[in-house]
């Protein structure tokens, strides 16, 4: 299972990016899907998760501004971004997890991110 994250740029403050990741392989059923994200001298936090069921739920710091999304038949899960502020900088890294078919084992992989930077 690998995850292919695009999407990130440059972007004025107040302005939209919309993020992609698509998981590739076979033989899986995905569950959570999610994105993190990294600033520069800080740790990776949680941004936006949506499981199988559809359930979201995201950082109080982006809600209200960022929309999570997935299409099941493309294994891919997408980040809307609206009224981007500076503080939104960072390495966005999308992840999931699910199961193999198969064997039913449990697995979790991360995209290699994608740079966000808003500037002022």
């Known amino acids: 299972v690998q995850l292919q994250a695009s999407g990130g740029g440059l972007v004025q403050a107040g302005g939209s990016l919309r993020l992609s990741c698509a998981v590739s392989?076979?033989?899986?059923?995905?569950?959570?899907m999610g994105w993190h994200r990294q600033a520069p001298g800080k740790q990776r936090e949680l941004v936006a998760i949506?499981?199988?069921?559809?359930?979201?739920n995201y950082a109080d710091s982006v809600k209200g501004r960022f929309t999570i999304s997935r299409d099941n038949t493309k294994n891919t899960v997408y980040l809307q971004m609206n009224s981007l502020k500076p503080e939104d900088t960072a390495v966005y890294y999308c992840?999931?997890?699910?199961?193999?078919?198969?064997?039913?084992?449990?697995?979790?992989?991360w995209g290699q991110g994608t740079l966000v930077t808003v500037s002022s």
């Open positions: 949506i499981t199988s069921g559809g359930t979201r």
């Open positions: 992840n999931a997890n699910g199961l193999y078919s198969g064997s039913r084992q449990a697995f979790g992989s």
């Open positions: 392989g076979s033989g899986f059923r995905l569950n959570n």
